[in-house]
């Protein structure tokens, strides 16, 4: 069997190196670029690449894309700044090239899109859910990116449900001990010396609980959910938004 | 709307009273009958039942089921015992009332279910696969027989997906310190005074890890299944095994 | 051996009850009376009692205790609503007989006891440490006086320690995210269909975290607590504050 | 107030180096010598090191330390390798020099001696305890050195505090399920994809359960109990062996 050709444009970055190593380390897939800032986008041409994986950054995510669509070759796309001008560009390109898959995910974690899309599914048949998100002490913002995406997702799984509001009997409460409201959902975020990010989604019904939890521990986390990208989106045409379009789970 | 008319057979034991007490609380139920020992199932026709909950005995179930799928009357059955040979039996009676349903189900624990359900699903993206099972110290067996049956399910989605065998480089091990090995699936069993029943299943990959934890703390947890069963087996004509099927997971 | 002679005071509450019950399956102890509202408390002298074990209310339990230290009989107390004024009272009361030994504790719980001084000894020596309880979703107060008492207790060994303000980068929160402060402690409480009451006290150091959990299933947790009082009061003299005193953790 | 003087032996290394930039962060402590194979011991004298870090291999430590204590230089030894002969031969040399402390230790992460600590504490408190040890799965042996030595100091104290044999109905079993046997302690060992190194033991009474879990996530967690070591070890004269005895825990 012929190796998939596949090529790395934002080569030099922390993940873009990271996924340099991975598509060389995969039997079945071949690297025939590595491209960094100021590297000319024809050698995709000239090598051949039948996919890219774009991890450059909103300015030059645009101009990469264009380039890759009319020339045929398919995109797994991780770099973030997309707003539905820019997904409404994307879609005029993509109609001129149908036969170009495109995928563009937030996460590349297969646990934490597992850990969604579990949390969804599950939301609709417990009375009660909470997130509890636990990160490093560095972390500017509370709660995490994800885990208000994680409240979101729930929310409007138990919304589409008609879900009872969340019993909660609490009368005297400090300040904070409720954790923050997000869509009807309570997370709390700890920050903790020693962590890296870790996420629990907490299912309670009657005379029992279930616990989802995702432990990320570095950044290589990324790469098998990468390479399934690479591997589903070339029989994939057109645009695809989320790993989870992938992982076949229902 | 008109409630739906329920009986319990094998409404004096212990889950069976939990049942009654469950469809007499059930705002959309109306509980029509609740039999035990020696009464009469005539009373289900009198009463006009539409569904029953069936949580007798292995002695008792095939003749309580064929009286109901004669007379039209659908069943939830948590009763256990099911040989190939009774489910042949079964099926030649539904055969004869095609439009009867029957949902067979060995868990009715929502959270149980789901544990499963997600393992599956879960173990062909992750390299390692798992499980801890604890349970309370007068346990007779172990594992469990929902951890045995998780692993072998885990362990045929890996066959199905063609996962490579799990990495394991121990070459020095006390007997037993690596758990059971239930088709490839390490099981370990904790019995410790204080705990029901909880079952974890821990998925690693490259970089992260996803737990799936069930923690049952009374078999009250089985009644929203049930009552879950009883309303959706009366549009689900046939035979249907395994409340898995009733929760739409995809 | 001759088995310590046993009464428990407050014998038809819900703890009562089940400490006559803890009582007479000890070994080593002999129930020889079970007062209830009305009773007389001579009957502990007839009886013979050595130790009570008082569990009634905060209006009987200064009688009770009066009673009982001028007729030499040790106690062991679980009611609440101890002021300074009430302490001076049982000091004085105790300065006459001082022979007799009385425990009074806020929590017989042995692993609720061992989390607060283990979570005590441990905080001195990581730069982040949090609290996260969990409960039944009918608690009114959140969080729970356990988590706050543990939560104040580990701020005074980190102050007595002169450890440094936890590190914490947060600069865009929702509201509430990061939970309750008890003293400089983030507490965070978790309200659940299907639990009962857990804590978890999590400590963050440079790679590495220490979490100290209990999880209390049942009421039925206080009485190995409330009977290692009853053997070990009676060789203690004075007024002992705190179950932790008779564990001997150092 | 001067700077303590710290040499670091065996500064190449992957501990070692860790070491050495550790001690030149900390306020209180001044780097004067980072020694490597070959490196002259005169150094030390030379640099006026108080103490030093012993980190090299079982072949150069007894010389490194005999040199030392001649000196009258302090030693903290993570250096593995040690006999009742070398030990004795030690305290011979320590002898002549009363003055040097010698701190031996075979783990300097302060979470895992505390787990250690506080399970010996807490076993004779509950009828049950197990331990699950998770590591990574290139480990070579199960279950780990530190759940081994921890089960068996758990089992020494429960010896000690006359517990009755953990109980345990377990009639039918799979082969491991109930884990390895270490002095009574049921040991689990989970091999996962992702993990490091983690260690839980749980402990199980009447309705309640402690469970004390810790998390390594890189060697840098042996820092902050190398640091406390060189603190401390300036001041305590003679052998000790064990970080423990340097944490004032009771």
Redesign the interface.
């Known amino acids: 069997m012929s190796k998939l050709r596949v090529a790395v444009l934002g080569a030099k970055g922390r993940i873009g190196s990271e996924a340099v190593r991975a598509v060389e380390a995969a039997e079945d897939l071949e690297l025939v670029a590595a491209l960094g800032r100021g590297d000319k986008l024809e050698t995709l041409v000239e090598a051949e690449a039948q996919v890219v994986v774009e991890l450059t950054n909103p300015g030059a995510v645009m101009g990469n894309l264009d380039f890759c669509v009319r020339h045929g070759i398919h995109a797994v796309v991780g770099t973030t700044g997309w707003t539905d001008d820019r997904l409404a560009q994307l879609h005029t390109s993509l109609a001129a090239s149908p036969e170009v898959g495109v995928l563009i995910a937030p996460n590349f ?4 899109v ?2 969604m899309q ?1 949390a969804q ?2 939301a609709r ?4 859910v ?1 997130v ?1 998100e ?1 990160h490093h ?7 995490s990116g994800t885990a ?1 995406r994680t409240a979101q997702l729930i929310a409007a799984a138990r919304k589409e449900a008609g879900s009872a509001p ?17 869509d009807g959902i ?11 990010a870790h996420q629990e989604v ?23 959910g990468i390479l ?1 990208g690479v591997r589903r989106v070339v029989t994939t045409p057109g645009l695809t938004m989320g790993l989870e379009n992938f ?1 076949d ?2």
């Open positions: 974690s297969i646990g934490a597992l850990t579990f599914q599950a048949f417990f009375e009660s909470e509890i636990l002490p560095n972390k500017a913002d509370a709660p208000a969340q019993p909660d009997a609490t009368t005297t409460a400090l300040d904070g001990a409720r954790g923050a409201d997000v309570p997370v709390h975020s700890v920050r903790l010396r020693g962590l890296l907490l299912l309670g019904g009657e005379g029992e609980t279930l616990t989802i939890r995702h432990d990320s521990l570095h950044h290589s986390s990324f790469m098998p399934l992982l789970l229902g």
